[in-house]
């Protein structure tokens, strides 16, 4: 933030001395991270000529789409330069809409990153600790023991809210078109009190109760819908134009044109229910360029201080198959001189993965609304890319390569 002081010049030296003694304190996590002057430049990171395009990287996504039937958005950019993206197929199938390379996905857990950046932006404001027991902010909530830390690293041992709310809403028949807010969510587990899956920090267990509390911290400690302080923190300092969170405990239609369609086929679109209004593990909708954008704001530190970005790409868990772990809010592999950090995404549709290696400065996005399959299949693509193989069975426990 740039202040503009007018006053006497005996006033400024004084400023200036408070300033420097305060130096030190400046540097305590609890101070907001110091906004870089000017804003991003959105349309030179954009800027995209389709005749330039990685002609190997376009090559591989037309065999996706031809052989696995990929549907999506994709974009691949390197050392801050988008070097291929593409609109492949429909935004909804019924009515033969084409997707374009705007169109804003739901994006499903990739959410869950956004609601861990605005977590750990509330820390460094003194406004909460990873370390505060839930309870501080719901002193109804059913379960001892459950810090912020937990909820980020997924170790919280809680139930799946999303299946116990689905069996609640069946068993005593009640309306499904409406949406339930984070309030009302929390308000039904209070009340009912369903049993967890084990205890605290025994074990990692990725569950998307942990991010939806957190998005219901996020509103308790703001007194602002989770909507609002996202696009007030996040989106706009990031210049994301296109993103939004839509809940549908705020609209009876969510306001996008495209259509999740679920296992594999055409004919089973998904319409959003009830279960699509609690945000925070799921809720935002955005575009490839704006992940892309999102992906410049952190490594430019606009969002956050450079320390606390990097402990959110620490290991929390135990190593899986030797590469694999989580962090706050974010999955990571990790390999001899190699770090991607990344999230997958999974529901109502929507299947997509967002990845971002942080040595080498590669940055892929792949937006899909056809659920078959088709991006567990992208060895081609991380060979292209020159980005580590990104996927579990690739690599075995002792960090060598397989074969298969």
């Known amino acids: 933030m740039r202040f503009v002081y007018r006053a006497i010049f005996s006033s400024a030296c004084y400023l200036f001395f408070l300033a420097s003694c305060s130096s030190k304190a400046s540097n305590d996590a609890t101070t907001p991270p110091k906004k870089p002057a000017t804003p991003m430049d959105t349309r030179a990171l954009l800027a995209y000529d389709p005749q330039n395009a990685d002609k190997k990287i376009d090559a591989v996504m037309q065999q996706l789409h031809r052989t696995r039937g990929f549907n999506g958005n994709v974009l691949v950019a390197k050392h801050g330069k988008i070097i291929y993206e593409n609109a492949i197929g429909w935004a909804d199938y019924l009515h033969r809409k084409e997707l374009n390379i705007n169109s804003q996905f739901e994006l499903a857990s990739i959410t869950k990153t956004f609601t861990s950046t605005a977590i750990l932006m509330l820390m460094e404001q003194g406004k909460l600790s990873l370390n505060d027991d839930v309870k501080k902010f719901f002193p109804d909530f059913p379960y001892d023991g459950i810090t912020i830390r937990l909820l980020l690293t997924h170790?919280?041992?809680?139930?799946?809210?999303?299946?116990?709310?689905?069996?609640?809403?069946?068993s005593e028949h009640r309306d499904q078109r409406k949406g339930l807010t984070n309030a009302q969510e929390m308000a039904l587990i209070a009340q009912y009190k369903p049993r967890p899956f084990n205890k605290p920090d025994k074990r990692f267990l990725y569950n998307n109760s942990n991010f939806m509390v957190l998005g219901s911290i996020i509103e308790k400690v703001t007194g602002q819908p989770y909507a609002d302080f996202v696009k007030a923190h996040i989106f706009i300092p990031a210049g994301m134009a296109h993103t939004a969170v839509y809940s549908k405990a705020v609209y009876d239609k969510i306001p996008v044109d495209v259509v999740g369609h679920d296992r594999g086929q055409w004919r089973y679109s998904v319409a959003q229910n009830f279960l699509d209004g609690p945000v925070g593990d799921k809720g935002i909708y955005s575009t490839v360029?704006?992940?892309?954008?999102y992906d410049r704001a952190l490594r430019e530190g606009r969002l956050l201080k450079q320390a606390t970005m990097d402990s959110a790409y620490v290991p929390r868990n135990p190593m899986l198959h030797g590469h694999f772990s989580y962090g706050y809010g974010w999955r990571i592999f990790e390999a001899p001189g190699k770090q991607v950090i990344y999230h997958t995404g999974w529901w109502h549709g929507f299947r997509h993965i967002y990845l971002r290696d942080i040595k080498d400065?590669?940055?892929?996005?792949l937006l899909s609304n056809l659920s078959n399959g088709s991006l567990?299949?992208?060895d081609d693509l991380f060979n292209a890319t020159g980005m580590p193989i990104v996927r579990k069975s690739a690599y075995k426990g002792n960090g060598d390569t397989s074969d298969d």
């Not at 170790?155 to 069946?170: A, E, H, K, Q």
């Not at 360029?289 to 954008?293: E, K, R």
């Not at 400065?361 to 996005?365: C, F, L």
């Open 361 to 365: 400065d590669i940055t892929i996005v």
């Open 155 to 170: 170790r919280s041992g809680m139930m799946n809210y999303v299946y116990f709310t689905d069996d609640l809403y069946r």
């Open 376 to 378: 567990l299949k992208l």
């Open 289 to 293: 360029g704006d992940l892309y954008l």
